[in-house]
């Protein structure tokens, strides 16, 4: 039986998720040429040309025509997994690889997936579908370890599903690096030295690369190096007058944050795969020497670092010494922008997730479990709006095993839902105070005191009707008991 591939090809009003991960990772630049391998119907060329990016594709069952031309991006999506001969997917990850200038992207579906459809038959290494196409489904670790056997080179998770190949090995250590970078503010300065006044912008590049690397930069790494240098007589000397006049600045605070951003990353380094000096970036190299002093020091604090995860105990008082996100007897649970503010032990446990797993479009939170080496990451789509929001699905990971569970509870009648949101996000959240107001509201109401009921929906709706309230928004409202004829009275 001959399998209709050409049936796979799906109609899309919105970017492939292969596409959205790599510009929002800032890996799709303006311009750059783009080629999508296997690219259906052409719905992701149409977008991409809809933002002014230059995209072009081919299939051979809907463009057949299109010349394989090389591009620095070339996306594979969802390719691989709907052809039913194991060579024929290596040699069209060969032929995808061969047109990367710079990225190739890899992504097909995921172990787990099978369950979406609604007749199935084994045909080899996969199922035939009632549509009479093929599909084989990944698990994370396969099609990493399958990526870089046909191809000899390291593929990176970027997502469930979803790897970047990288034809530089130091642009890959660049977007591995960056990962584990916290946002640090530029500080603000008082240029009252008059050289620093009248060079404003030199200033502001200096002290950029500086929040940014924790150390001055060599006159090949900014592009203003040489007229620094004609103006204040050197880097240093500008770095000099910066400090002279801005002594309130805690300059010691960024190197320090620098130094353990930059310890984050080798210790995941190590885990994943193992780090040699010459494989290292020269920008790398440079943080190093300047943080560090040498390589075998931070290595021995990255291995420190690394052997602690192990210890009985450590996870759990990293947990318990935690200043953000909120904490039960078994795990804490994050919103992922306030992950940069947990403990460094904790940021290297999530990281781990995230190399094994890359970035689970959708998440919302992210659980880390105390004593055990697991986490999940959690998505509630409406968590801003919805004052109580239900849980959309989960991605499980044991880190010892490297096994990923998904569970799903879009459209179940029942899902858990959060209560105290405010307890997730860090300070200067956007809507933090107005979750606190509302969680001080239900406090006052002895509404979250039925903690075995509330944690799903039906329980939740339950104890708001008992005890005579609703939700608007998030305000809290007593709803007027039957022929009392005096205003809501509101809870905010």
């Given amino acids: ?22 510009i929002a990772d800032g890996l799709v630049r303006e311009d750059a040429s783009l080629f999508d391998y296997g690219c259906g119907k052409g719905d992701d060329l149409r977008l991409l040309m809809a933002q002014g990016l230059v995209a072009n594709g081919w299939d051979p069952n809907h463009r057949p025509d299109t010349e394989l031309r090389p591009s620095a991006v070339v996306n594979l999506g969802y390719v691989i ?15 995808a690889w061969k047109l990367a200038g710079r990225l190739l992207i890899v992504a097909a579906r995921m172990t787990g997936e099978e369950r979406d ?28 370890h399958w990526i870089e056997k046909v191809l000899g080179a390291e593929a990176i998770a970027a997502g469930p599903g979803i790897f970047y190949v990288f034809r530089d090995a130091d642009a890959g250590e660049a977007y591995r690096s960056a990962k584990t970078r916290r946002r640090i503010a530029a500080p603000s300065l008082t240029l009252s030295e008059q050289r620093c006044r009248e060079h404003p912008a030199l200033v502001d590049g200096l002290i950029r690369f500086y929040t940014e690397r924790a150390r001055l930069p060599e006159p090949d790494e900014l592009a203003e190096s040489e007229v620094i240098a004609r103006v204040f007589g050197s880097i240093k000397r500008a770095f000099q007058a910066i400090l002279r006049t801005n002594a309130e600045v805690d300059w010691g605070q960024i190197i320090a944050a620098r130094r353990e951003d930059l310890l984050l990353y080798l210790a995941l380094s190590r885990f994943e ?12 190299r440079r943080d190093v020497r300047a943080l560090f002093g040498t390589y075998a020091a931070a290595q021995r604090q990255a291995e420190a670092l690394l052997l602690q995860l192990g210890q009985p105990g450590a996870v759990d008082a990293a947990v318990s010494a935690a200043t953000v996100g909120k904490t039960t007897p078994t795990a804490i649970y994050v919103h992922l922008s306030a992950l940069e503010q947990l403990p460094l032990l904790l940021r290297a446990f999530a990281g781990c997730g995230h190399g094994y797993l890359g970035a689970v479009e959708g998440a919302t939170l992210i659980k880390i479990y105390r004593r055990e080496p697991k986490l999940s990451y959690l998505a509630y789509p409406d968590f801003d709006r ?5 849980l959309d699905f989960s991605f499980n990971i044991d880190l010892r095993e490297l096994r990923l569970k998904r569970r799903w509870f879009k459209g179940q009648p029942n899902p858990p839902v959060l209560h105290r949101k405010e307890c997730f996000v860090a300070e200067g959240y956007p809507r933090r105070a107005t979750f606190a107001r509302l969680t001080k509201a239900e406090e006052a109401a002895g509404l979250l005191e039925a903690t075995d009921r509330i944690g799903l929906r039906r329980g939740w709706e339950a104890v708001l009707n008992e005890n005579g309230f609703t939700l608007a928004g998030h305000r809290l409202i007593r709803v007027p008991q039957t022929g009392v004829s005096a205003s809501p009275t509101k809870a905010t």
């Fill in 1 to 22: 039986m001959e399998v209709a591939r050409d049936r796979t090809a799906l109609s899309r009003q919105a970017l492939s998720r292969p596409w959205r991960l790599a």
């Fill in 81 to 95: 997994n709907v052809i039913e001969a194991p060579a024929e997917r290596a040699e069209t990850l060969q032929s």
């Fill in 117 to 144: 459809l609604a007749q199935r038959t084994r045909l080899a290494d996969g199922i035939l579908t009632s549509r009479n196409t093929f599909q084989k489904f990944y698990e994370q670790q396969e099609l990493k």
């Fill in 273 to 284: 795969r193992g780090m040699r000096w010459s494989k290292l970036s020269e920008p790398l």
């Fill in 386 to 390: 919805d004052p109580h929001p239900a």
